[in-house]
């Protein structure tokens, strides 16, 4: 998995967008943008992930640059049970790539 | 998506002991993944168990400490043995579906 590179720490007021970024200058053209987040000491959760295109589900939107080297999660609308650490992971999808490797993440504080 | 659950959800042990901790996914995979959360650290991948072979272990993590079975495509075990109070981690099952990884919810160990 490339290098990622995220802010140690974030706030965001609730009901405002989050946008949380990542560096991933490293990435190969196989690899994808993953974004999870860990609600204090629960298993992580996805979030999404996308190669080249900007992405958008039901969670968050992912924008990725054109020249992928980076990427910023979007949560349009924070609440304060967002409030969690969120991964950024650069990882060739499928099976045959195996683990992932978490950095330290961002500490996303959502505050009234 | 998969769901999975982990047996047991927390457990507090005596040093010297060990604990088997179980992971049930709702679907056949055919990657498990074992990995570590020491408190106040990121996760860090202990093994990977494929189905009818030997489960491959990462850099400073061995077979006689850190058993794994993996009896079918939906089950896996994950023995910690001979406990120390370092052990006292979160231990969590992650799954390989369609070229995301879903993690379980974790298991919870405190070592006395």
């Known amino acids: 998995d490339a290098k990622t590179t995220q802010p140690p720490s974030m706030d965001c007021a609730e009901g405002r967008a989050a946008n949380l970024p990542c560096n991933h200058s490293t990435i190969s053209g196989n690899e994808y943008v993953y974004w999870y987040r860990q609600i204090h000491s629960q298993g992580p959760q996805y979030i999404i992930h996308?190669?080249?295109n900007n992405e958008t589900n039901e969670m968050a939107s992912l924008i990725i640059t054109e020249d992928r080297k980076s990427s910023t999660l979007i949560l349009p609308h924070a609440t304060l049970r967002d409030t969690a650490v969120y991964y950024c992971i650069a990882h060739a999808g499928g099976t045959s790539y195996g683990k992932l490797t978490f950095g330290q993440g961002t500490i996303l504080t959502v505050h009234p | 998506s998969a769901v999975i659950s982990q047996k047991p959800s927390r457990d507090i042990c005596q040093r010297g002991t060990s604990l088997t901790i179980q992971c049930q996914v709702d679907s056949q995979v055919t990657m498990m993944f074992w990995y570590r959360q020491q408190p106040g650290q990121s996760l860090t991948l202990i093994a990977t168990a494929n189905q009818g072979s030997e489960a491959t272990y990462e850099s400073g993590f061995v077979i006689d400490k850190f058993p794994i079975s993996r009896p079918n495509l939906t089950f896996s075990t994950l023995t910690v043995s001979n406990m120390s109070p370092e052990d006292s981690s979160i231990y969590l099952c992650?799954?390989?579906?369609?070229?995301?990884?879903?993690f379980g919810p974790g298991t919870r160990l405190l070592v006395l």
């Open positions: 996308g190669l080249k």
């Open positions: 992650s799954v390989e579906n369609q070229e995301t990884q879903y």
